[in-house]
């Protein structure tokens, strides 16, 4: 069993998702099924057998939501410490090499989305920012080396 975390808002939208999968995805190919099935001899009827496979994905698909939601865990936002970086964090970082100013919020890697900022905790810069506090430096390998990032400002 594997643990998951996740905020309340990302776990609601992963059990929307499954639901959807369950309430509307699955009936839909049942009735493709059963169409397909109506038209004859199922050892060569493509639709058939595409629409089986794709009923073998969605129900490999539903298992694998159902098995995260039962081990998913809310994180409790209010216990976290604001003083170094942690998961849910938001932390404006400046790039020492160029000068440049980041500002990222370190999320559970099922909620990262990068065009809204939020970057997964496992990360090579978000596991280079972990623990440290305002005005520390930090180190990060990236593919284009090593880059020396400040810690400018940590909030929640």
Do not use: C, W
Not at 25 to 35: D, V, Y
Not at 59 to 66: C, D, F, H, P, T
Request: without cysteine; charged residues 35%; positive net charge.
């Amino acid at each position: 069993m594997k643990v998951t975390y996740y905020r309340e808002e990302g776990l609601e939208n992963l059990k929307k998702e499954l639901d959807h999968l369950i309430r509307v995805e699955r009936p839909s190919l049942s009735k493709q099924i059963a169409e397909a099935r109506d038209k004859g001899d199922l050892s060569e009827n493509a639709e058939y057998h595409a629409a089986k496979e794709a009923q073998g994905m969605l129900e490999l698909k539903i298992s694998k939501m159902q098995e995260l939601v039962r081990n998913a865990r809310i994180i409790d936002e209010s216990k976290l410490d604001a003083s170094k970086v942690l998961l849910l964090s938001t932390v404006v970082i400046k790039n020492l090499k160029n000068g440049a100013e980041m500002k990222y919020t370190l999320v559970p890697e099922q909620e990262a989305d990068m065009k809204a900022a939020k970057i997964s905790v496992t990360s090579p810069i978000a596991k280079g920012l972990l623990g440290k506090k305002v005005g520390d430096t930090a180190d990060i390998k990236v593919p284009a080396g090593t880059i020396p990032f400040k810690i400018i400002e940590i909030t929640r």
